[in-house]
Structures are given as structure tokens and as C-alpha cells.
């Protein structure tokens, strides 16, 4: 392991915002019976305590432990003992569960949660990711601009519902996952991963997914029709790089209660280009952040001239989700061919690339 990497790790133990769970801890009652970490249905008091605050709360802390030196949990309360929560008060708690959590998973570096935070000062913004070297500068930087509505989570996705209560999270951006070609499981939007996700959204929560892999979106999109999921906005071409990218945007009917974000236009009223499948051509209707927040990756494959797509979707379901029939409803063998070979560094597909940078980053 390089110095500049231990120099990291040893970091990261000094920021308040990031939070680093020992994984042995939650997986002491076995991978199918994870153990639930202190901070679930009380992040939003987390965020309280975060130096540049608006009114930090003195009643919860990092404490160090023997096997993870940045773990977070409430102080032990005289009354109870152990770590409980009744020094919260009921107004306290209810703020900490009213006020909105977005997740990134897989942030990287974070730089795409951070600016999502600094445009959008009202909502608290999480990002996840294993890699405690990467998780480092985004840490490093909202220590150092004070971020009060930042925090970062050092943990595999696969554990995610050991942080998070039942309606804490209101939006999951994915942003550059991994396709995950041979395991569909493995991929972030899956039906396994959209119960996990149903677990502690909000109703009505909504799924960002940013990607460059057609097969990644071509795979979500079917499984959004296969489970009856309501799509907001769809492209296959958000910068309109590609000769009909311009014309490859569609957005459903508007999310009642963001009438802000999703202007109500109604499909069967808008006129001229049509899009993908006959759908009509919106526009105006997309979240500004959107085209203008862009990750390490993003920029790295735009600039290789590769198509950017996004979808977003509203996770609500009744009932156990299912995947595409293949190939009736997905072609996994269709799309996984049309993905590559790609020109980046060498003949690459969406999911070497990935496998290349990441060991440029660690190198």
C-alpha cells in the first residue's frame, strides 16, 4: 500500500463528515441478518452536529472504538444506559425525519455529491463508496468549506439498508455504476437493489441513474415496464452529441408534489419532434443539475465523444419487483454487444474503462 494512501486513510479518521462503520460489526449476526447502525432514522441529527451547522446539537458524537477509530453513535444516556436515543427530544426527532436525505452510491471522489449539495443548501447529501482513498477528497473538502448539509458513508452498497429508516431517504442518484454484466443482481438497479432502496424511501421517492453504458439504460428501462414504474425523464443523448440526440428526450407527467423540479406538461399536448417509441419531444422539463453537475467519469467519456444517457424514475410498487423476461423485454445478448468494443485506453467496453481508472486512481 503506497504513503499516499496510508497518509489518506490516517485523514479520513479526522473528518467529521465521513463515517466509517466497522463491517464486522454489522455482519456479526450474518450477511442475511445485517445489524443496524446507530446513525438509521437519525441522520438528520447527524447533520446537526456537523462543524458549520447553522445550531449544532451537543448531544451526539464521534466516539473512538477498538476496531474503527471514526464510528459514529449517540453518547450513553444516564437513565438507560447503552447508547440509546432518549436524549433526543420528540421535536428533534421528528425534524431529523422530516428533513430530506438524497443519497449518491458509488460517489467516487464525491465531487458530484458535493455540488449537488452547494446548489441545493435545503436537503442533506450522502455519498457511499468502499473506497476510503477516493471518499478522501470529498471529505477533505467539505471539512474545509464547512459543508453542513454533506456527509460521506464508507461502506459496500450490498449493506445499505443498515443506515437508513423507513422513509429517511427521499432520492438515489447512481451515477457512472458499474453495468455488471455478468451478474444482474449485481447490478444497482435491480429488482434486489429496488427492494433494498424501497426499504427507507420516502413514497414517491425517486431514482436518478447517469450513464454512459447503453446497456445499463436499456436494462433499467425495462425494468421500469416490466414493474410498471413510473419514468420521469428519459435520453439516450443528454448533450446531444449524436446526430439524433437531440431528438431522443422524453419526460413523463409531473411529480405532484415537485411541481417545481417536474413542470406538469401533458404528453398528448406537446407538438412537434417525436421521440423514441412516438413518445413527443419535452423540453424545459429536466432538472438544470442534471446537464450542468458533471462526475470525473462523465467528463473523461464526453470528452471520447461517448453518449451520455439518463433516467429517472419513482420507485413506488406494490408487491415483490421482477426482472425482464430476456430476451422478450431486455436482449441482454443485443445490448451487451452493441456496448463494445469502445476506443478509450485501448479497445474498452463500459465496464473495462472502469476497471482501468480505477487502477489509475489507486496507483
Known amino acids: 500500500m503506497g504513503h499516499d494512501k496510508l497518509r489518506k486513510f490516517a485523514e479520513n479518521e479526522t473528518f467529521a463528515c465521513l463515517l466509517q462503520p466497522s463491517?464486522?460489526?454489522?455482519?456479526?449476526?450474518g450477511y442475511f441478518h445485517l445489524r443496524d447502525h446507530a446513525v438509521k432514522g437519525h441522520w438528520n441529527a447527524f447533520f446537526d452536529s456537523l462543524p458549520g451547522a447553522a445550531s449544532p446539537r451537543n448531544n451526539f458524537a464521534l466516539r473512538a472504538l477498538p476496531?474503527?477509530?471514526?464510528?459514529?453513535?449517540?453518547?450513553?444516556?444516564?437513565?438507560?444506559?447503552?447508547h440509546g436515543f432518549s436524549g433526543v427530544s420528540g421535536t428533534q426527532a421528528e425534524r431529523s425525519m422530516n428533513e430530506e436525505v438524497i443519497l449518491e452510491l458509488g460517489c467516487g471522489k464525491g465531487e458530484y455529491t458535493i455540488a449537488l449539495a452547494e446548489?441545493?443548501?435545503?436537503?442533506?447529501?450522502?455519498?457511499?463508496?468502499?473506497?476510503?482513498?477516493?471518499?478522501w477528497k470529498g471529505a477533505k473538502y467539505a471539512t474545509e468549506h464547512a459543508l453542513p448539509n454533506v456527509a460521506f458513508l464508507r461502506t459496500r452498497i450490498e449493506f445499505i439498508t443498515a443506515f437508513f429508516a423507513p422513509g429517511e431517504v427521499s432520492e438515489i442518484w447512481l451515477t457512472f455504476s458499474d453495468p455488471q454484466y455478468r451478474s444482474e443482481n449485481s447490478r444497482l438497479t435491480s429488482p434486489l437493489f429496488l427492494e433494498r432502496y424501497r426499504s427507507f424511501m420516502r413514497p414517491g421517492g425517486i431514482v436518478h441513474l447517469k450513464t454512459d453504458s447503453r446497456f445499463l439504460h436499456e436494462y433499467t428501462r425495462a425494468v421500469c415496464a416490466a414493474n410498471g414504474l413510473r419514468i420521469l425523464c428519459q435520453t439516450t443523448d443528454l448533450y446531444g452529441r449524436s446526430a439524433a440526440g437531440s431528438q431522443n428526450t422524453t419526460v413523463a407527467e409531473d411529480r405532484p408534489d415537485r411541481d417545481s423540479d417536474y413542470p406538469a406538461i401533458p404528453l398528448e399536448g406537446v407538438q412537434g419532434v417525436k421521440g423514441p417509441e412516438g413518445l413527443p419531444l419535452l423540453t424545459g422539463a429536466m432538472r438544470p443539475e442534471v446537464r450542468e453537475v458533471q462526475t470525473f467519469y462523465e467528463q473523461l467519456f464526453l470528452e471520447q465523444g461517448y453518449p451520455i444517457t439518463y433516467l429517472s424514475f419513482v420507485i413506488d410498487h406494490?408487491?415483490?419487483?421482477?426482472?425482464?423476461?430476456?430476451?422478450?423485454?431486455?436482449?441482454?445478448?443485443?445490448?451487451?454487444?452493441?456496448?463494445?468494443?469502445?476506443?478509450?485506453?485501448?479497445?474498452?467496453?463500459?465496464?473495462?474503462?472502469?476497471?482501468?481508472?480505477?487502477?489509475?486512481?489507486?496507483?
Open 318 to 363: 406494490d408487491g415483490p419487483y421482477v426482472s425482464p423476461r430476456d430476451p422478450e423485454e431486455f436482449d441482454t445478448k443485443k445490448w451487451r454487444e452493441s456496448e463494445g468494443p469502445r476506443q478509450l485506453f485501448g479497445h474498452d467496453s463500459a465496464e473495462t474503462r472502469r476497471q482501468k481508472l480505477h487502477a489509475e486512481e489507486e496507483s
Open 23 to 29: 463491517a464486522a460489526e454489522l455482519l456479526a449476526d
Open 119 to 135: 446548489r441545493d443548501p435545503g436537503r442533506n447529501y450522502i455519498g457511499v463508496d468502499i473506497k476510503g482513498a477516493r471518499l
Open 67 to 82: 476496531s474503527q477509530a471514526d464510528a459514529w453513535a449517540p453518547p450513553v444516556h444516564e437513565a438507560t444506559g447503552g
